[in-house]
């Protein structure tokens, strides 16, 4: 994660803590129940993931857990692999790493209070400008670089949390996410050929998190806020087809006299955000 991100975000969660009671001194007891809109600024990361891989299906039957060999049954992707873009048709290129970057949302949100106790939910949607790689290599040699990245993004979140008298309130949060995702493929193969089939597609999957938020005035609150999301991404894939590589090519020799090839179906996405909401 890149650190200078990081300041405004720890600025706030300080601020937020060591905030006084505000609200209370502004005119009696902190009351969060009531309807919200806001936003949220951030930076969007994904964990390693240098163990992924390039799946494959060779017979057809719509699963990607078989091995494409050579005419000596050799393994053709034996060379390895690597958590990002290759740089060269080989492991001793070396790979670019996956872009973590900022992200900002908007939010629409209702709380309840109960005594000391606050629930709630939250919708969120906006942007998370990452992108998550995985490439293969295969023994012609030759690369294969499948690519994601999030063009929007929401979720739909319940809260609960404890506030204290001064309207300082940590909770917990987790529910439903969507992210419409884009895929896209490169290769330095330039025999077989590559049709897309997908690059467009709906990512469901759930998220969780927590963070804290203070009242600083009957009707704005500030925060921050940390959710770990999973989307579930398994539509896209590459066909491969003949082009103009021999019926000896590894892709072809096959049950199916083809091969499909896909990546895993889990996008796994962390976010380290500050939050301002209005407060009706």
Request: hydrophobic share 35%.
């Amino acid at each position: 994660m890149n650190i200078k991100y990081l300041a405004p975000i720890g600025a706030t969660l300080a601020f937020v803590l060591v905030t006084p009671a505000m609200a209370q001194e502004a005119g009696g007891p902190v009351d969060w129940t009531g309807p919200y809109v806001g936003g949220s600024f951030g930076y969007n990361f994904q964990k390693g993931d240098g163990e992924e891989h390039l799946r494959f299906d060779t017979d057809g039957d719509g699963n990607f857990d078989d091995v494409v060999t050579t005419t000596s049954g050799a393994n053709a992707f034996s060379p390895g692999t690597c958590g990002g873009s290759a740089r060269g048709r080989t492991p001793a290129s070396g790979c670019s790493d996956d872009k973590d970057a900022i992200g900002w949302m908007g939010h629409v949100g209702y709380d309840m209070q109960f005594g000391s106790i606050v629930v709630g939910v939250v919708a969120e949607a906006g942007k998370a400008y990452i992108d998550d790689k995985v490439t293969e290599f295969s023994t012609t040699p030759a690369f294969y670089t499948m690519r994601r990245k999030i063009d929007w993004n929401g979720n739909l979140r319940a809260r609960l949390g404890y506030t204290t008298p001064g309207g300082i309130m940590p909770y917990i949060t987790g529910g439903l996410a969507y992210a419409k995702v884009k895929n896209n493929f490169t290769t330095s193969n330039g025999a077989n050929s590559f049709t897309e089939v997908n690059r467009k597609e709906d990512g469901w999957g759930w998220t969780m998190g927590g963070g804290v938020e203070a009242k600083v005035s009957d009707n704005f609150s500030i925060g921050a806020r940390y959710l770990w999301t999973r989307y579930n991404v398994d539509k896209y894939r590459v066909d491969v087809g003949a082009g103009t590589a021999p019926a000896t090519n590894p892709f072809l020799i096959t049950p199916s006299g083809g091969t499909s090839m896909n990546r895993g179906d889990k996008f796994d996405t962390q976010s380290v955000m500050v939050t301002t909401s209005f407060r009706f």
